[in-house]
């Protein structure tokens, strides 16, 4: 019997997961399939009950379902614990196990795929929802020279502070969260949009003069040019990316809990592209 699974977020028709798993049950011989599904904003639990009574073996979770995915599961991944959020759920029995592949999608797109290291930069994370949350041990876990964190509510990139530096872990790394007017005049090697900005064509109020020489900038959103990557060119970033490696790495990742089988992601990656 072919086994179902799907993502599930608001919006959800620009969701490229549905042809990237296509390609990947291809390329390992896996019997399913995948679809993305439009949750109410107010009804992701009883969408994903419906799907859990249906026989769906796993779910992806998009904007903005990712902390109610985490209290949703009844036993998580010390990734997805670290990060309160939760972008894979597996379901096995009356078990919903819950999952965070995002922070390795991103650092394998940066590190493997733009071979871009990581440690020892300097990071500004724009945003503090659950994409950003998901990424934040595993960036750290690169040993990066500091990570500055900025949100439009700074209190949400301070409470983040607050958590990463009592984990205790990531020395020397300086972590610390600035309102989007404090960080006028410091310049940062990598700057990642982790913000749902680029789906209503927006840009976060980011001052000029942040990226130094040799810098990347990233936007987790894929498919398309968003303000944050205009801004960056302008402003003289070096390399300049959008999300799409992420998206492929994470699904990967997710794919693996899933299925047991690692798929390649590079010729997913170049067939999306073109």
Same mark, same amino acid.
């Given at each position: 019997m072919t086994d179902r699974y799907a993502v599930i977020g608001n919006p959800i028709a620009h969701s490229k997961s549905?042809?990237?798993?296509? =390609?990947f049950a291809k390329q390992t011989n896996?019997?399913?399939?995948?679809?993305?599904?439009?949750?109410?904003? =107010?009804?992701?639990?009883?969408? $994903?009950?419906?799907?859990r009574m249906a026989g769906y073996k796993g779910l992806n979770v998009t904007v903005?379902? *990712?902390? =109610?995915?985490f209290l949703y599961a009844t036993s998580k991944s010390e990734r997805a614990e670290t990060a309160k959020a939760v972008n894979t759920l597996s379901f096995a029995g009356g078990a919903v196990f819950g999952d965070n592949t995002d922070g390795i999608g991103l650092? #394998?797109?940066?590190?493997?795929? !733009?071979?871009?290291?990581?440690? /020892? *930069?300097?990071? !500004?994370?724009?945003?503090?929802? /659950? #994409?950003?949350?998901? $990424?934040?041990s595993p960036l750290l876990q690169q040993k990066p020279k500091r990570l500055t964190l900025s949100n439009r509510t700074v209190a949400k990139a301070?409470?983040? #502070?607050?958590?990463?530096?009592?984990?205790?872990?990531? @020395?020397?790394t300086e972590i610390a969260a600035k309102p989007f007017d404090r960080l006028a005049g410091q310049q940062f090697d990598i700057v990642i949009n982790a913000t749902s900005s680029g789906l209503k064509d927006e840009m976060p109020p980011l001052p000029p003069g942040l990226f130094s020489e040799n810098s990347l900038a990233y936007d987790m959103m894929y498919g398309r040019q968003t303000p944050f990557?205009?801004?960056? /060119?302008?402003? &003289? #970033?070096?390399?300049?990316? @959008?999300?799409? &490696?992420?998206? $492929? =790495?994470?699904?990967?990742?997710?794919?693996?809990?899933?299925? /047991?089988?690692?798929?390649?992601?590079?010729?997913?990656?170049? *067939?999306?592209?073109?």
């Open positions: 549905p042809l990237i798993h296509a =390609e896996q019997d399913m399939t995948y679809e993305a599904i439009l949750a109410p904003l =107010e009804g992701f639990r009883e969408t $994903v009950e419906g799907l903005p379902f *990712k902390f =109610e995915a650092v #394998a797109d940066i590190e493997k795929n !733009l071979d871009f290291p990581i440690a /020892g *930069k300097s990071i !500004l994370l724009v945003g503090m929802g /659950g #994409a950003a949350w998901g $990424v934040l301070e409470d983040a #502070a607050r958590v990463l530096a009592s984990l205790g872990k990531y @020395d020397p990557m205009a801004f960056a /060119g302008k402003e &003289g #970033a070096s390399r300049i990316s @959008d999300g799409l &490696g992420m998206l $492929v =790495e994470q699904a990967a990742e997710a794919f693996f809990l899933w299925r /047991g089988i690692r798929p390649q992601t590079a010729p997913v990656i170049e *067939k999306q592209r073109t």
